[in-house]
């Protein structure tokens, strides 16, 4: 896992048209190889126009069992406001990883 807590995981794709989701199976895996299963895990995926942030938590009685959250899909350049909430998720994230 990255110093910082979170990965990012972006998907490369000469059209915009691949969707942001298409990155969901390497980001999980990028989270199932945290070295710390106590603390939450957060990634960040995009494909350049849409953004989605994925979280791994494991349950506090048992590590073994572990939970993912997805928030909905942000589209940062369509409006100022879709931007300003990923920056405020992005400042909780920073606050708590």
């Given at each position: 896992m990255p110093k910082d807590g979170l990965w990012v995981a972006i998907v490369e794709s000469?059209?915009?048209a691949l969707s942001v989701w298409s990155a969901l199976p390497q980001t999980l895996a990028y989270l199932r190889a945290n070295?710390?299963?106590e603390r939450p895990g957060f990634a960040l995926m995009t494909n350049g126009d849409d953004l989605?942030?994925?979280k791994l938590a494991a349950h506090t009685s048992t590590l073994a069992s572990l939970e993912y959250g997805f928030s909905r899909?942000?589209?940062p350049f369509t409006s100022?406001?879709?931007l300003e909430q990923a920056v405020?998720?992005?400042?909780?994230i920073a606050a708590i990883a």
């Open positions: 000469k059209k915009t070295p710390h299963p989605v942030f994925v899909v942000f589209s100022t406001q879709e405020r998720i992005l400042k909780r």
